[in-house]
């Protein structure tokens, strides 16, 4: 129940495209949720972060979609860049609680120029 | 934002031996995590940190391997014990800050490898 699934593994797309990654969750307690972009060799570093009562946020190009009732949350990256490149991780969070976060898996972009 | 920094940056460790990581924020702060992130994968929750009590670890991590001391609201170090190449991860240290957001932020973290 702690879990959250994050998908693809890795993701290849041209410049100018749309990245889309998605995540799913499914312990209904959790109230905030971040996306992280982590560069190599660098620590994570927020991106934009949404709680269960919007179901969209955008902040430049990019954009957290949100679907409570499926449980399930997205980050889309508009007009993808190869600076873009990195690895991304979305989290999960009871705010209430303890803090602490519950990262998935992560996915490795890669826009090709 | 917070301004992180952990020390050493990196280090080359021999089996058997001990390191102390360094985190230093530039403002005080609750709560502080411990990460150890091994190549290529996510990031797992060490242990949570805060100022006066005891350091809680998550399953699979024990004070004797991880021992995590927090003298103040700036300041928290993780000693990996009896290093053995198994422990060679990123170590990062994050930090959540009272009537902030409830972002963690994260330092650049300490690559660690063991021979």
């Known amino acids: 129940q702690q879990q959250v699934k994050q998908s693809p593994q890795s993701l290849i797309v041209q410049k100018g495209g749309i990245s889309i990654i998605n995540c799913a969750y499914e312990n209904t307690a959790f109230d905030y949720f971040p996306w992280y972009q982590q560069f190599p060799g660098k620590g994570p570093a927020l991106l934009i972060a949404i709680r269960p009562d919007v179901s969209e946020k955008k902040e430049g190009r990019f954009t957290i979609s949100f679907n409570k009732s499926a449980k399930q949350f997205s980050l889309h990256i508009m007009d993808s860049q190869p600076g873009d490149s990195a690895t991304y991780f979305c989290?999960?969070?009871?705010?209430?609680?303890?803090?602490?976060?519950?990262f998935g898996t992560g996915t490795r972009l890669k826009v090709l120029a | 934002s917070a301004v992180i920094s952990q020390k050493p940056s990196r280090d080359i460790c021999q089996r058997g031996t001990s390191l102390t990581i360094q985190c230093q924020v530039d403002s005080q702060v609750t709560m502080m995590f411990w990460y150890r992130q091994q190549p290529g994968q996510s990031l797992t929750l060490i242990a949570t940190a805060n100022q006066g009590s005891e350091a809680t670890y998550e399953s699979g991590f024990v004070i004797d391997k991880f021992p995590i001391s927090r003298p103040n609201l700036t300041f928290s170090t993780l000693t990996v014990s009896n290093m053995s190449p198994e422990d060679s991860s990123i170590y990062l240290c994050?930090?959540?800050?009272?009537?902030?957001?409830?972002?963690?932020?994260f330092g650049p973290g300490t690559r660690l490898t063991v021979l």
């Open positions: 989290a999960a969070s009871i705010t209430s609680g303890t803090y602490k976060y519950i």
């Open positions: 994050s930090v959540h800050r009272v009537m902030s957001t409830d972002t963690q932020y």
